[in-house]
């Protein structure tokens, strides 16, 4: 049996990202709860030692310390995974996990901002924040749209990856910052698949049932 | 554009799944579009008679679109059959859902904002390939006529010099062709600066999944490529037609 430690708090979205790989794996995981809000735990000196940018998702896998969702999904599916199904080796497949990986960690971010800002912060001009995180959905929902044209329903691969975990909460999460579900039809569909996937959870804002 | 007395697109047909609700925008009214679990669909105000909340985040079990938030039911007569809360009692005849006159053609799902429903649309042709809804920052008109400037290349060699005809099927329902192949656009009024374009191709899958339908997606997203970059509709404007 692992031994693995996530440094979670249940409002955020890269968080629930790797509570959702543990719960497909199957994985048994320690859960330590972390007072990001109004606590800012995070940021005092046990939680700068193990992330000096004091960021969470942190996962200890043993002694071994890791920070980064990405980081942490991709670690999780290599270490555990041994179907190497959730991220798949060979070519084409891995590539494109890769990009929606990076896509995930480097552009989605305006998402999170937004939802930030609209759920905790102070009120002020969301306005092109939202515009941003639109164009963000409209390219993932063509990107399936023109992948269903071959009769592929995942992002990455012809079964769920780490790339389809990374790329969820942003949608799910999306009527948050008012911005409703309906210009979306692929990625509502795909999100259908997902809540199907056996070892879904939920996060609070986003419903059970769809 | 006059909303009333005609059927407008709502949605593509496959993007909602037997068993699933989406919310759509019609003139600014909110909708919900759901297909029970044999396929069927249909059109409601998006406002569930008990709270007002979304029936579209809802869910469909057994035939009966559920609210998320309490769990009233309803059947596809829109009439409420089951409040969790009174499991045993009779529901009374009076809570029910509006219902929009609906229809399934051409590979859309079509509804109305008149009590009755318009006159029928025409018959469709009998094989259809979906291709995408496409979601303007515009208004109707304007999407209309970027449609009507647009020129169409055909997919498959040969029919590379075709020019491209423009014809109005019904008021909301536009086909654009060129030599023997042709695409249909249904129009959606989402509201006054929103508009929707639903195209599908007309003609066997076959012939059209997989290439075609990517061949028509970029013809597509270089249509909303014009629409939105509006220093591109002054001059210069290649791809369209003189
Ligand atoms: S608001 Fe729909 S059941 Fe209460």
Not at chain 1, 97 to 124: E, H, K, N, Y
Not at chain 2, 100 to 107: A, I, L, Q
């Amino acid at each position: 049996m692992p031994d693995l430690t996530l440094y979670n708090y249940d409002l955020d979205e890269s968080c629930y990202k790797a509570r959702l790989l543990l719960s497909f794996l199957g994985l048994d995981c320690k859960i330590v709860a972390v007072d990001v809000f109004p606590g800012r735990e995070q940021t005092t000196p046990p939680f700068l030692a193990l992330n000096p940018l004091g960021r969470l998702p942190i996962l200890t896998d043993g002694d071994f310390v890791l920070t980064g969702t990405e980081a942490i999904l991709a670690h999780l599916a290599r270490a555990h995974d041994p179907s190497e199904r959730w991220l798949p080796m060979e070519g084409e497949a891995f590539a494109r996990v890769m990009s929606w990986l990076t896509f995930s960690a480097r552009d989605l971010d305006v998402t999170i901002t937004a939802r930030q800002r609209s759920l905790f912060g102070p009120p002020g001009d969301e306005t092109s924040l939202v515009a941003a995180s639109r164009r963000l959905l409209r390219i993932m929902d063509e990107h399936l749209l023109a992948r269903g044209y071959t009769g592929e329903e995942w992002f990455a691969a012809p079964h769920p990856t780490i790339a389809d975990i990374a790329l969820f909460p942003a949608f799910a999460l999306s009527r948050d910052v008012g911005i409703d579900h309906d210009e979306y039809p692929a990625l509502r569909r795909w999100s259908r698949r997902f809540r199907g996937l056996s070892g879904f959870r939920v996060m609070p804002g986003i419903p059970e049932y769809f | 554009m006059d909303m009333q007395g005609h059927w407008y697109p709502v949605s593509l047909a496959h993007s909602v799944e037997p068993g699933s609700a989406a919310g759509v925008r019609l003139d600014g009214r909110e909708l919900v579009v759901w297909r029970d679990g044999e396929g069927g669909a249909h059109v409601w105000e998006d406002r569930c008679p008990h709270r007002g909340m979304r029936l579209s985040l809802g869910f469909v079990r057994e035939g009966r679109l559920g609210c998320l938030y309490h769990g009233w039911e309803f059947g596809a007569d829109g009439q409420c059959s089951h409040i969790p809360a009174h499991p045993d009692s009779q529901v009374p005849k009076a809570i029910r859902t509006r219902p929009y006159p609906k229809e399934v053609r051409f590979g859309m799902i079509w509804t109305a904002l008149s009590a009755e429903p318009p006159p029928p649309l025409p018959e469709d042709a009998a094989e259809i390939t979906p291709v995408a809804s496409l979601y303007l920052d515009c208004a109707a008109a304007a999407a209309l006529s970027a449609l009507r400037a647009s020129r169409l290349p055909p997919f498959r060699a040969g029919d590379h010099d075709a020019g491209t005809v423009f014809e109005t099927v019904a008021p909301t329902l536009f086909r654009l062709s060129a030599g023997s192949e042709s695409i249909l656009v249904g129009l959606q009024a989402v509201a006054a600066e929103r508009t929707a374009l639903h195209i599908v191709i007309e003609g066997p899958g076959v012939v059209y999944a997989g290439q075609g339908q990517s061949h028509f997606l970029r013809w597509a997203q270089e249509l909303r490529h014009r629409i939105e970059t509006p220093s591109l509709n002054s001059a210069n404007r290649p791809g369209e037609a003189p």
